[in-house]
């Protein structure tokens, strides 16, 4: 007997409430408050008293996939609202000594590898930057823009034509 439809269920703690209007949802914790737009085609979300459920109208291994990502992306909107993302990231700087700043949305590191111009690093909304004398920690609710930050940051020291060997120079995750 083979099943007409895939659903799965997610479980909502009381201390986080959950509001559904159409296909963006609205997780509010005591740590932060974010927002997400789930559409998709046969795909639908039902908010009860205390769990969301995820339905797909067809049995497919792609609705499966589909119906398995919303629920994984609503947990760790759940998840993030009551204990925030937290990446660390250490200044590596063994030629010359890097300097490291932010202005507004951005990260700016200036003297990497002895360049004039500095390099800067786009920090997402709803991340928060604090920077110490070599170690850089964001976080954020939001644990997909809290990580791309961190990626920004890394990306934004990234080396290219020379040793990578030599020139060991950066900003990394710890």
Known sequence: ME???????AIIPSTVSISLDGDLIKVKGLKGEI???FAFKNVSL???EN?????????SRKFKKIVNSFYSHIKNMILGVQNPYIYKLKVCSGHFPMKVTQDK?????SNFLGEKIPRKATILQGVLVKLDSDIITL?????EA?????????IATKITKRDRRVF???IFKI
């Open 168 to 170: 060991q120079d950066g």
């Open 35 to 37: 927002e997400r737009r």
């Open 46 to 48: 039902n908010l009860s």
């Open 139 to 143: 976080t954020g609710a939001d644990k």
């Open 146 to 154: 809290t990580a791309q930050s961190a990626a920004n940051i890394e």
């Open 105 to 109: 949305d951005n990260v700016i590191i």
């Open 51 to 59: 769990k969301i459920v995820i339905k797909s109208k067809k049995n």
């Open 3 to 9: 099943k007409k439809s895939i659903d799965r269920t």
